[in-house]
C-alpha cells in the first residue's frame, strides 16, 4: 500500500518528543498497561519489597503495576501534565499497594545517591533517552545485584490487520519481530551482566474510535502533516475488522529485557 496517506514518513526527533507534553488522559486510556507477570519479570521476580525507580514514567502505566506488585516507586518523567495523570490515578491501587512518589526529571541525570536502589525500570521510554548519559547513571544509583530493566509493547507479528495498521501509519517497525537482535533494542551496558530477554503475550479490545485515539498518541503520527487522512484511514480498518462486532482485537508482544548490576 503506497500513497501520500500510507508512506513512511518520520519527522523530526524533537517535534515527536513534544507531543507528549499534552493529551495525558488519551495516553492513559487507550495505551496498554502492564500485566503483573512481564513487570514480576523484569523485576527479577523478587521475594520482598524493592526500592524501583521508573524512568519516563509518563502517566504511570508501568508504575502503577511496579506499586501493585508491592514495590516502591519514584516515577521520573519530564511532563507535568503526565505525572498530573500519574498521580490522579494512585487513588484507584489496591490498599496493598506499593508507595509511589513522582519527581519531574529527565532519565540522563539522577538525584539518587550510589547504590540506593534495587531496580531502575522505563517502560516504552528508553528510546528517547541519551544513552551514553543514562546507562552510567543507571550503574551508579542501582546495589550490586540490582537490575535495569526495560520493555516496549511490539504488535504480534500474527495478525494481518495490524500489518495493515503498519503500512497506513508508516510505524510498520513496531510490529514484534522475532528475529531483531537483542543489540537493536538494547546495547551493551557497561557494569551489568549479559542481557535477559523474554516476551509476554497481552491483549486490548478497542472500538474503532478508540483505535484512532491510541494512533494519535504515536508520535510519528501526531507530527504527520497527512495526520488527519492518517486518522481516517485507521478508522475505516477499524470499522472493517470489528464488523459486526464493536471492538477489535489489538495483539500485543511484551517484550522485556533485563540486566543485573555488577559487584
Do not use: K
Not at 540522563?108 to 545517591?113: M, P, R, S, T
Not at 550510589?114 to 552510567?136: K, Q
Request: aromatic share 8%; with cysteine.
Amino acid at each position: 500500500m503506497t500513497s501520500d496517506t500510507t508512506r513512511n514518513i518520520r519527522p523530526d526527533r524533537e517535534a515527536r518528543r513534544r507531543t507528549f507534553e499534552s493529551g495525558a488522559a488519551t495516553y492513559d486510556e487507550v495505551r496498554p498497561a502492564w500485566g503483573e507477570e512481564p513487570v514480576d519479570w523484569m523485576l527479577d521476580r523478587p521475594a520482598g519489597v524493592l526500592e524501583v525507580l521508573d524512568l519516563g514514567a509518563g502517566t504511570g502505566l508501568g508504575t502503577r503495576t511496579v506499586a501493585t506488585l508491592g514495590h516502591r516507586v519514584t516515577a521520573l518523567d519530564p511532563s507535568a501534565d503526565m505525572l498530573a495523570a500519574l498521580t490522579a490515578s494512585l487513588a484507584e491501587l489496591p490498599s496493598s499497594a506499593g508507595p509511589v512518589i513522582t519527581r519531574r526529571a529527565s532519565a540522563e541525570v539522577l538525584d539518587d545517591a550510589d547504590g540506593s536502589l534495587d531496580a531502575v525500570t522505563a517502560f516504552s521510554s528508553w528510546h528517547w533517552f541519551d544513552g551514553e548519559r543514562t546507562h552510567p547513571e543507571c550503574a551508579r544509583v542501582l546495589r550490586p545485584g540490582g537490575v535495569l530493566a526495560v520493555a516496549w509493547h511490539s504488535w504480534s507479528d500474527q495478525v494481518d490487520w495490524l500489518r495493515e495498521l503498519g503500512e497506513i501509519t508508516g510505524t510498520s517497525e513496531m510490529i514484534w519481530d522475532p528475529e531483531r537482535a537483542l543489540a537493536d533494542r538494547l546495547p551493551a551496558v557497561g557494569g551489568f551482566g549479559p542481557v535477559e530477554n523474554a516476551q509476554f503475550g497481552q491483549v486490548s479490545h478497542l472500538t474503532p474510535d478508540d483505535l484512532v485515539r491510541l494512533v494519535s498518541t504515536w508520535s510519528p503520527v501526531a507530527v504527520r502533516e497527512d495526520r488527519e487522512a492518517v486518522l481516517d484511514a485507521v478508522h475505516e480498518l477499524g470499522t472493517r475488522e470489528a464488523g459486526p462486532g464493536t471492538t477489535v482485537t489489538f495483539e500485543y508482544v511484551a517484550d522485556c529485557y533485563r540486566y543485573r548490576r555488577l559487584a
